[in-house]
Every structure is written in C-alpha cells, then in structure tokens.
C-alpha cells in the first residue's frame, strides 16, 4: 500500500469561524488519549511518511458533526480549535461543507457515511492499527474492497453496502482492505465506539 496519507480527496467549502466553546469535548479528548497511548492514533516519523493519522468525530444533529482537524493526530491533547465543524455533505458530489479554525479530516466523507446509517450512531473513531488490520479474517471484521480508496465516494458506497448486508451484526467496527491499517469503529456512546477497537488492538497475533 503506498497511498499517502492524510490527503483531502472531496471538495471543501471551509469558512473559518469560532469553534464550539460551549460544546463537551471530553469523550473525544479521553479517546484520542487512549488511542495515542496505544499508538494506533498519532504521529510517527517511521510510518506513513511521518504523517498524522487517526480521527475522532461525534454527531451533532442529523447533519452535522465534529470532526478532529487533518493533521491533529500527533498532538497529546486537543482542543476546541483542534476540531472543525461539518455543517453539511453530499457524498454524490464528493462535497464537504466545514468551518472552524482548522480544515477537516480527510476522512470527513467517510464519516458522513457512517452516520447515514443508523440516527443512533454518535461517535465515529478512525485508528491505524497494522494489528487489526492484518488479522481482520482471521477476527471476521467486514472489510471494504481493496480498490476502493478512504476519503472517496466509492468507499462511502461500500461501506453502506457492508451495513445493508447485515454484516456488522457481531460488531460495529470495520477494515479498510484498500487504506493500510485503517479501522473504523462507531456506536451510539464513546466508549461503545473506542471499546471494542481497544480490546483487539491489545490482543496478540500470533504469526504477524
């Protein structure tokens, strides 16, 4: 996979404005955290060219949400400038309306279309974890095609084709098969989100 990381793929419409000061940010920051310390979220001069990776997003109405900003990855702590705002998506367009402080994740598509799935879905988590990510047959994660690209509307397409089939019914988590190391967890608190993405990146694999 030679795909580099952390390049906006949609159009943008960003307005710079000021962040969300009155909004919770605690669940994200807690979870960037945590993932950080596990080092499936962050910033590494050894992998993928020394680029941020890793986003934390979380709903805010049916149309907009929170999203932490591209290349944030590598902070310790975020805060509200760290996050920009999705006000509006259109995945057929490959459009991203947005505004705040920083521009948003280049992953910002792909939230959006986790989203659309389910109303009850509140958090969306993207992590890099070469852990997960090569067992993913072995932990029967459904997986995206290995030619579909992240940030594209041809992955927001077959991830809702993955959520038609029934196939997170086990679990809410997913692989990317064409984005290295890339998983997505979500669910309808933080912590149902980040969980089940923490539990298999502390397992051992054997073999890898």
Same mark, same amino acid.
């Given at each position: 996979?030679?795909?580099?990381e %952390? @390049?906006?793929?949609y +159009? !943008? @419409? ?6 969300l000061?009155?909004?919770? #940010?605690?669940? !994200?920051?807690?979870?960037?955290? +945590?993932? =950080? =310390? &596990? %080092?499936? !979220?962050? +910033? ?24 932490? %900003? ?8 975020? &805060?509200p400038e760290? #996050? /920009? ?7 057929? $367009?490959?459009r ?6 920083? =521009? ?9 279309a986790?989203y $659309? ?7 969306v988590?993207? @992590? ?6 090569h067992?993913?047959a072995? !932990?029967?994660?459904?997986e &995206? /095609? /290995? ?7 041809? *992955? ?9 089939q029934?196939?997170? /019914?086990?679990?809410?988590?997913l ?12 669910g309808?608190?933080a912590?149902?989100a %980040?969980?089940?993405? *923490?539990?298999?990146?502390?397992? =051992?694999?054997?073999?890898?």
């Open positions: 996979m030679t795909e580099q %952390g @390049v906006i793929k +159009q !943008l @419409v960003f307005r710079d404005a000021e962040p000061l009155d909004h919770d #940010y605690s669940a !994200l920051n807690h979870w960037h955290r +945590q993932f =950080k =310390k &596990t %080092g499936i !979220l962050g +910033q590494d001069p050894q992998r993928y060219n020394g680029l941020g990776f890793g986003n934390l997003s979380q709903r805010i109405d049916r149309q907009s949400f929170l999203i932490s %900003g591209t290349q944030t990855g590598g902070l310790d702590e975020l &805060t760290d #996050y /920009a705002l999705v006000t509006r998506t259109d995945i057929r $367009a490959n991203v309306e947005a505004e705040g402080r920083v =521009k948003p994740s280049s992953e910002s598509l792909t939230h959006a986790v $659309a799935f389910d109303d009850q879905i509140q958090y988590f993207h @992590v890099h974890s070469p852990g997960i990510w067992a993913r072995r !932990l029967e994660i459904p &995206t /095609a /290995a030619d579909i690209a992240y940030g594209t509307p041809q *992955m927001a397409h077959e991830m809702n084709r993955l959520y038609q029934g196939e997170f /019914a086990s679990g809410n988590i692989a990317m098969a064409g984005h290295e190391d890339g998983i997505i967890g979500f309808s608190t912590d149902e %980040g969980e089940l993405i *923490m539990r298999m990146a502390r397992r =051992k694999f054997p073999g890898l």
